[in-house]
């Protein structure tokens, strides 16, 4: 059997009496899933005889990684599945080294796992988000002694993996969290090939003091060892960021069972690892025995942090202003398996936003995710799953221990890392018959202490458990003005009242849904409903669509006018609040999640600058006008191709831009220059009240930021027409290209007046040869959705033939479209 492999890791030592191929392969292709359970290990392998009506259940073909979920997380007609899913395989296995071990490392996987070799089960893992590694080396050698090993399976060893995202109260996180419990090998699967002494776990530990001049590092090593060798020896090597090797030093070791201090080095005056200088030094550890060497490379930085006493946040001794967001792994089409690539785009688009923090919530994240913050320079607070719910018993706290002690352990040489996230939202009862604050004190007590003791550098942290805020070093309260609660106009003072309240102040979450391509001429109208003054926290419920009292959350319209105004406000305020160490908006990426059913796209939080396809929205360039250095100017409305109102209103137009002055041209004729000033809101300044002509208009600015010039351009049509009530649906094709068509259907009232301001909800179906582009979460990728201004688009993939749109509308005649 050929297999498409990526190889991670190839090391070549040309030493005199030396060399070794230590080499780990992702494990990508030739795989086979099974969406339900099976009767027993011996249904996964046993002989299939081409066209025997018994050789069920099928089995589909895919790749790694691969998540149950890709399309049932936002599937508008059902719940999404939580159960068992199995893979299987077939590996070519032949280890180089003479009495080596082979092993099976996991990336991730949801939630329970248990690993097989043909019919052995060789390992089991409990928990969806940290590493693991299953040792597979006895299983295939008693494998390879069988005579089926040639016979049937042509000298390849048979592999079996079996995945559980079933509900259960007494694992972490909790079902009633926020976000989807995904199943599958989400995460990337390696093939590693170890010597018979390797080493687990590399501990590197880099400081420097405030003035940048002196850098310790302190190394030490966990073996992996089931040899039960004694003694081990080898080299640490030291390479600056520019690739050069600074320092080299060997060491021995005559104890192999505890983690082995292996070198220290001194080094003067270190590049320093920041945001804008994300520097990154190498360490290099080998480790011999006989002769087999084994080597293993990190990455560290030198930098040194403060979070001040009832003041700022500073970074090498500068203050520096957390700018920041969150992240869940999530990605239209494949859910919570994300490549790579897609990983790698999302945080550049991250980064060219502006962002230098990043709480990764709520839960351990992809190895290349940590990797990614590193190098670009993105500080990080990193949390364990023990999200909402209340306290469990002895088996759910042993399992939050580990799954803390694993994340600190595996990623405790991330010079990104600031933070520790002890839990999130533990106030939120639900999970247990009986909610016992104490006892969830006690607990967070605990894991208090056991981060401090696995890594003394960081500091700890929690959201939003107000009866446990004393216990981390940094707390963050509730604080959603002008979304769950209150104006946004009150988040100053919201937010120095918590401030006084803890030595440890910091703001994470904070923001507001917005509805992909809905737009409002008056996008602050629900707020005369809403009362100031009742506190700006979230409380139970009130994400809720339904009931209490009035809130933009409800009552608003979810357009990306009001969030882009929400967004603005607090980054102008943000700009002047000097004993502010940061705040982190949720969310950067809109998200599935099991509990918003109700949403204008079902199942999905909206809260992301970015849809879950990774298209910007309107709020994305807000951010970067006030985070960003190199030029940018961006007129609001891209994605509103028609707006509203009577013939001669003024209306007004607003460009987010980080330049010093723009100029604004509507049809030719220049508006006049304005100077940008971030505390006159909106849009710092940068708005213009323009009479629109009917029909269409042309809109260009010119900005300027010293010598540099930037320009943005748009057309939107000027309706003038009023309408009533919709009556009927239209629909047309709009686009044609590379075997895909897109479809626009609108509301129109009795007369054919396009109902701009229409909310109802549309439903595409489709018959023929082609297939929906849906389940993706996005606004234009899901085939039930609440119009925005009044339309609604879905794309077909043709797949060269015949087929027939459908579209409804509760209360208007269904209407259809030939493809």
């Not at 352990?409 to 939120?428: K, R, S, V």
């Not at 993706?776 to 990728?781: M, N, V």
Request: charged share 25%; with cysteine; net charge neutral.
């Amino acid at each position: 059997m050929k297999r498409s492999v990526l190889l991670l890791s190839v090391f070549i030592c040309t030493s005199v009496g030396f060399s070794y191929a230590q080499q780990k392969t992702r494990l990508t292709n030739n795989w086979e899933f099974l969406k339900q359970d099976i009767g027993g290990i011996w249904e996964a392998v046993r002989p299939v005889t081409p066209g025997n009506p018994e050789s069920v259940p099928v089995w589909q073909k895919v790749n790694l990684p691969h998540c149950f979920n890709a399309r049932d997380a936002v599937d508008p007609d059902v719940n999404y599945y939580q159960g068992p899913g199995w893979y299987r395989t077939q590996l070519d296995i032949q280890n180089p080294y003479a009495g080596g071990h082979t092993l099976l490392h996991f990336e991730g996987a949801g939630q329970k796992t248990d690993v097989y070799v043909y019919t052995t089960k060789v390992g089991s893992h409990l928990g969806g988000y940290d590493e693991w590694t299953v040792d597979i080396t006895q299983a295939v050698e008693d494998f390879k002694k069988t005579d089926i090993y040639q016979k049937r399976f042509k000298g390849h060893i048979p592999i079996e993996i079996r995945c559980d995202n079933s509900r259960d109260l007494e694992t972490i996180p909790s079902q009633l969290s926020d976000f989807n419990v995904y199943g599958g090998l989400y995460r990337y699967l390696n093939l590693v090939y170890a010597p018979a002494l390797s080493l687990d776990k590399i501990f590197a530990s880099a400081q420097v003091d405030k003035d940048d001049k002196q850098g310790d590092l302190q190394i030490k090593a966990r073996f992996y060892n089931p040899a039960g060798k004694t003694a081990a020896e080898g080299t640490v090597r030291l390479i600056d960021p520019q690739g050069k090797l600074i320092m080299q030093k060997n060491y021995s070791v005559n104890d192999l069972k505890s983690d082995a201090a292996i070198g220290t080095f001194q080094i003067k005056k270190p590049k320093a690892w920041s945001p804008l200088s994300p520097a990154l030094y190498t360490v290099e550890v080998s480790v011999k025995s006989d002769d087999q060497v084994y080597v293993q490379i990190e990455k560290v930085g030198f930098r040194n942090f403060e979070f001040a006493d009832n003041g700022p946040f500073y970074l090498n001794g500068k203050r520096l202003l957390l700018r920041g967001t969150h992240r869940h792994e999530d990605q239209a089409g494949v859910a919570e398996a994300m490549t790579d690539n897609m990983m790698r785009q999302e945080m550049q688009m991250m980064k060219d936003m502006g962002v230098n923090f990043i709480r990764l919530g709520h839960y351990q994240q992809s190895r290349t995710i940590l990797n990614l913050c590193d190098s670009l320079g993105i500080l990080v607070w990193e949390e364990e799953p023990w999200c909402r719910g209340g306290l469990g018993g002895e088996g759910y706290q042993a399992q939050a221990k580990q799954m803390m002690t694993n994340m600190i352990e595996q990623h405790y040489n991330h010079p990104a890392i600031i933070l520790w996230g002890l839990g999130n939202e533990n106030d939120w009862e639900g999970d247990f018959p009986v909610y016992d604050k104490e006892k969830i004190r006690t607990f967070m007590k605990t894991q208090n202490d056991l981060a401090h003791s696995l890594d003394p550098s960081r500091k700890t942290t929690i959201r939003r458990c107000d009866f446990c805020k004393d216990i981390p070093d940094v707390y963050s309260p509730s604080i959603w003005a002008g979304w769950y609660r209150g104006l946004f106009t009150e988040y100053r003072a919201t937010s120095e009242e918590e401030f006084k309240k803890v030595k440890h102040f910091f703001h994470a979450e904070w923001g507001g849904d917005s509805h992909a391509l809905r737009h409002s001429e008056n996008p602050d109208k629900a707020l005369s409903n809403i009362k100031s003054g009742s506190g700006t926290d979230e409380r139970l419920g009130d994400a809720s669509l339904y009931g209490g009292a009035a809130r933009a959350s409800k009552d608003g319209d979810w357009s990306e006018s009001y969030i882009c105004n929400l967004f603005d406000w607090h980054l102008k305020e943000q700009e002047t609040m000097p004993w502010l160490t940061g705040a982190a908006f949720w969310i950067f990426k809109d998200f599935s999640t099991p509990i918003r059913p109700d949403n204008p796209i079902p199942y999905m939080n909206q809260k992301g600058v970015v849809e879950r396809d990774l298209t910007p929205k309107e709020s994305y360039y807000v951010f970067q006008s006030y985070w960003t250095d190199k030029p940018m100017a961006h007129i609001y409305g891209h994605t509103w191709p028609v707006r509203w109102g009577d013939a001669g209103e003024q209306k007004m137009i607003k460009v987010y831009s980080n330049c010093d002055n723009a100029e604004l041209f509507v049809n030719g004729k220049s508006y006049g220059i304005k100077k940008r000033n971030s505390q006159d809101f909106p849009a710092a300044g940068l708005r213009w009240m323009v009479v629109f002509q009917a029909g269409n208009n042309d809109i260009k600015v010119i900005a300027h930021k010293g010598k540099q010039t930037v320009t943005d351009q748009i057309s939107q049509q000027y309706q003038t027409e009023k309408w009533d009530k919709p009556a009927k649906l239209q629909i047309e094709k709009i686009k044609d290209e590379n075997g895909e068509s897109t479809v626009q259907v609108k509301l129109v009232d009795s007369k054919g007046v396009p109902c701009l301001d229409a909310v109802n909800w549309i439903n595409f179906s489709l018959s023929g040869d082609g297939t929906l582009i849906d389940d993706l979460g996005t606004s234009r990728g899901s085939r039930k959705v609440q119009a925005y201004n009044g339309r609604a688009l879905i794309s077909v993939k043709n797949n060269k033939g015949k087929s027939v749109v459908g579209v409804q509308s509760p209360g208007l005649e269904t209407i259809f479209i030939n493809l």
